[in-house]
């Protein structure tokens, strides 16, 4: 029978109400499938080629609860808890060995079947599992991400099971004299060998022509400053890997829809730029209106904001002590703090991206190009100025950026933000002029729109 057919035959034979998740991956015929009524989980379907299930008395556990988070929802079309493993069959019965064991064995160098045995005993007992053991070997896939250092707890926390390379290159290095040209050349020469570089950074540094020594297949994005990151790196990657949408990779196939009148928000000050930063007076501005309104406020900030968060807590009333989260390599925790919010109001940065991944999000957008750089979400909005500099000179390699006004940030007040988040929904792409701001813009789901 087709698994699609099935799979689908499958949900419509559930009358319980609700709206269901999906993750389809025909390619790989590998199915899964949420029932959510309300928040609360009401059914779950999965379909494959092996038996490997979730643990049991996880998804018990779920049914359990009168609603589940972002973060659960992503884990059950995942397949496996936010902190476990993978569930996977065994190959060998005989020793509990899996695919994944015998996998890092063929990329340690095993070549034959005998060799994975003595690496790892699977097909060294009762041999019924070789033939499954010579699959795999005939099949090897091997997949690496290089990415910076300081990237790589991130990377970790989205990809468990990948390998995951450093790779510092001193040009793009904030404290260049730490990097070194040769370490990086080194770790570079180890992309011979591979089928297939995908180079994800548009960088006028690096060329086809430079990568040619290293790798004769190389896919390079296309730098269009007229689409969004997201939608560039779309075009490299669905043509390799099949269509996907990153929404729906986020969220679990349900992206969380912009609130009108938001009772609780984040406060997402922190940004590596110091000129994408918003004035501290205008956040504790801000955060004395809300507050007038009733709304919950509490402030995310990194190692270096907290002096900031501090001080923004004091003046809009709230204690520092319980309403500051302090962000760092625990990103399960801060998805969790996440959830008992319904809107982050952040500055273009890596804490507003990290935070859209989890909920509605508007940001305030200064000298950056939103349209290339807006966080993800259909639904989220932006707010910027679009004067005769925009986008800043700041963005051109080849030009020098001396602006000391940052007219492009502080010309946003408090008011335009409020009169943003009272703005009716609209579709992604769509752009409105705030009435009576003169070149104030408010742009919406930038990250959806295909060009």
Same mark, same amino acid.
């Given at each position: ?231 560039? *790196?779309?075009?490299? &990657? %669905?043509?390799?890997? +099949?269509?996907?949408?990153?929404? /729906?990779? $986020?969220? @679990? #196939? ?53 002096? *900031?968060?501090?001080? &923004? %807590?004091?003046?809009? +009333?709230?204690?520092?002590?319980? /309403?500051? $989260?302090? @962000? #760092? ?123």
């Amino acid at each position: 029978a087709d698994p699609a057919l099935e799979f689908a035959r499958l949900r419509d034979a559930c009358t319980v109400p609700g709206a269901w998740l999906v993750l389809q991956d025909c390619a790989h015929a590998l199915f899964r499938a949420a029932l959510i009524d309300d928040g609360k989980l009401r059914a779950v379907v999965f379909l494959g080629r092996t038996s490997a299930l979730p643990p049991r008395d996880w998804l018990i556990s779920l049914f359990a609860r009168d609603r589940i988070t972002v973060v659960e929802r992503r884990a059950l079309l995942a397949g496996r808890p936010v902190e476990g493993a993978v569930p996977e069959q065994a190959v060998c019965v005989c020793f509990g060995i899996g695919a994944r064991e015998i996998g890092a064995a063929i990329r340690a160098g095993c070549e034959t079947v005998d060799m994975v045995g003595a690496a790892t005993k699977a097909g060294t007992n009762c041999g019924s599992c070789r033939p499954e053991i010579r699959a795999l070997l005939a099949k090897k896939h091997e997949v690496v991400l290089y990415i910076a250092s300081g990237n790589f707890a991130l990377a970790r926390y989205h990809f468990p099971d990948l390998e995951l390379v450093a790779l510092d290159l001193p040009h793009l290095h904030r404290k260049s004299m730490e990097a070194n040209w040769n370490a990086a050349y080194r770790v570079l020469c180890g992309l011979r060998g591979f089928d297939l570089v995908l180079f994800m950074r548009v960088d006028g540094f690096f060329t086809p022509q430079d990568f040619s020594q290293w790798t004769d297949y190389a896919l390079f994005i296309d730098d269009r400053g007229d689409r969004h990151q997201a939608q560039l *790196e779309h075009s490299m &990657i %669905a043509p390799v890997t +099949g269509d996907y949408n990153i929404d /729906h990779l $986020f969220f @679990g #196939g349900e992206c969380p829809r912009f609130p009108r009148e938001p009772q609780s928000v984040v406060f997402a000050i922190g940004t590596g730029f110091p000129f994408k930063k918003w004035s501290p007076l205008s956040w504790a501005e801000l955060g004395q209106a809300l507050r007038r309104r009733g709304v919950r406020v509490e402030i995310l900030v990194g190692p270096a904001e907290i002096w *900031e968060g501090g001080l &923004i %807590a004091r003046a809009i +009333g709230v204690d520092e002590r319980t /309403h500051i $989260f302090v @962000g #760092g390599n625990d990103f399960h925790a801060l998805e969790q703090w996440l959830e008992g919010f319904e809107l982050v109001i952040a500055v273009d940065g890596g804490s507003a991206h990290l935070c859209s991944t989890v909920k509605p999000i508007l940001t305030v957008f200064g000298p950056s190009p939103p349209e290339r750089f807006a966080p993800i979400g259909f639904s989220n909005r932006v707010v910027t100025r679009e004067l005769s500099c925009s986008p800043c000179v700041g963005f051109d390699v080849r030009a020098l950026n001396a602006c000391m006004s940052r007219e492009c940030l502080y010309g946003l007040g408090v008011s335009e933000i409020l009169e943003t988040l009272a703005l009716p929904p609209a579709l992604p792409g769509q752009s409105h002029g705030l009435p009576g701001r003169g070149r104030v813009k408010v742009k919406f789901g930038l990250s959806a729109v295909r060009l």
